[in-house]
C-alpha cells in the first residue's frame, strides 16, 4: 500500500499541515454556503474590492452571487455570542482577474478570530501568520503596518478628506514623487509634507522602523498604533518580520493591524489580512475581529 504522502500533491500536504497548525492553536474548520443573496453584497459594498460579482436566479426568483469574500459571509453568519470564536476554511472566491475583463477562481485558507479578542488573540493571529509563511519552505517576509498611524498623521496635519485618497494611492504605489505633488494640492506646508513623506515611506526591519516611528509621532492616535505594533510582534525576533506602513488597508473595513506576506520568486501578495472591528460593528456584532487569508495558488503553485 502507497505512503500517503506519496499520493498527494505538494500542495495538498501543505494544506494539510496548515490545518494542523490551526487545529492544533484551537481553530476548527467552517464551511460557509458558497454564494449570498446578491443584495447582500449591494449592502456592503463598500467592503469589497470590486462591485463585479458573478449572479444566477435561485429557483425561488432570488437573485444569488457567488462569493467574492469569506470574511464578510463569516461576520454575518458567526456570533460570538459574546465569548470568541476561532475558525479557519477552506474556500473558493470569485473576483475579476488583472485586466478587468474575466472572472478568476482565488483558492483561499484562512482563519478568523472573532468576539473578545485582545492582546493575546491578536499576538497569536500575527505569529500564526508567520508560522503559516515559514511552511512554505522558502525565504519569505511578513510585513506588517497599522491603519491608524498614518490617519492619525494625516489628522494631525488637518488634510482634508478629500485629498487623502490621492496621498494613499502615491504611498502604497512608493512614489515620493507623486506624493509631494499631491500633498501640495492638498495644501500641506513644506514642512508638513517633509514629515508625511518620512512616515509613510517607513519601512524595513521591525524594531528600527518602529523607533524611527515613535519618534515621528505627532498625537495619541499615532502613539497607539506604534505600541499596538510592538506588542504584537513581540517574541517575534526574525529578520524576516518587517514593518512597512505603505501598507494601505480601507478604513471601512480595517481598524488596526494590517498583514501581508511574500515568497521569494512570488511577484503577488500569498497572505494578507488585518484586524476588522470595523466591519463588525458595521455589520452589527458585537466585539472585535482579526484573521488572514492564504492565497493557495501562490503559496503552493498550481
Given at each position: 500500500m502507497k505512503n500517503l504522502l506519496d499520493i498527494l500533491s505538494p500542495?495538498?500536504?501543505?494544506?494539510l499541515r496548515l490545518r494542523a497548525l490551526y487545529e492544533e492553536r484551537g481553530y476548527r474548520r467552517y464551511h460557509p454556503s458558497r454564494f449570498e443573496e446578491y443584495r447582500f453584497y449591494l449592502e456592503n459594498q463598500s467592503f469589497l474590492k470590486n462591485e463585479q460579482l458573478i449572479t444566477f436566479n435561485d429557483l425561488d426568483g432570488r437573485l444569488m452571487a457567488l462569493k467574492p469574500d469569506v470574511t464578510l459571509s463569516i461576520v454575518k453568519n458567526v456570533n460570538a455570542g459574546g465569548g470568541l470564536k476561532k475558525l479557519y476554511y477552506i474556500e473558493n472566491v470569485y473576483r475579476p482577474n488583472a485586466t478587468g475583463r474575466n472572472f478568476t477562481e482565488i483558492r483561499q485558507m484562512g482563519l478568523e478570530c472573532l468576539g473578545?479578542?485582545?492582546r493575546a488573540e491578536i499576538s497569536e493571529v500575527v505569529r500564526l501568520a508567520?508560522?503559516?509563511?515559514r511552511l512554505a519552505e522558502a525565504p519569505f517576509r511578513l510585513?506588517?503596518?497599522?491603519?491608524?498611524?498614518?490617519?492619525?498623521l494625516m489628522r494631525s496635519l488637518r488634510v482634508p478628506p478629500q485629498h487623502r485618497p490621492e496621498l494613499y494611492e502615491n504611498i502604497a504605489a512608493k512614489n515620493p514623487h507623486g506624493l509631494r505633488e499631491a500633498a501640495g494640492r492638498a495644501g500641506l506646508s513644506p514642512e508638513g509634507t517633509e514629515l508625511l513623506e518620512k512616515a509613510a515611506m517607513l519601512s524595513g526591519p521591525a524594531s528600527e522602523t518602529l523607533e524611527e516611528a515613535g519618534r515621528l509621532c505627532r498625537n495619541s492616535e499615532m502613539e497607539r498604533a506604534v505600541e499596538e505594533l510592538r506588542r504584537a510582534i513581540e517574541g517575534l525576533d526574525d529578520p524576516s518580520?518587517?514593518?512597512d506602513f505603505s501598507i494601505r488597508g480601507d478604513e471601512d473595513y480595517y481598524s488596526g493591524l494590517l498583514l501581508c506576506g511574500y515568497l521569494q520568486g512570488k511577484s503577488r501578495v500569498v497572505l494578507s489580512g488585518g484586524e476588522y472591528d470595523n466591519m463588525m460593528k458595521k455589520m452589527g456584532q458585537k466585539g472585535g475581529a482579526i484573521g488572514f487569508a492564504v492565497y493557495l495558488d501562490e503559496f503552493c503553485g498550481r
Open positions: 500542495g495538498e500536504i501543505t494544506v473578545r479578542v485582545g508567520y508560522e503559516s509563511l510585513a506588517l503596518s497599522h491603519v491608524r498611524y498614518l490617519s492619525g518580520v518587517l514593518i
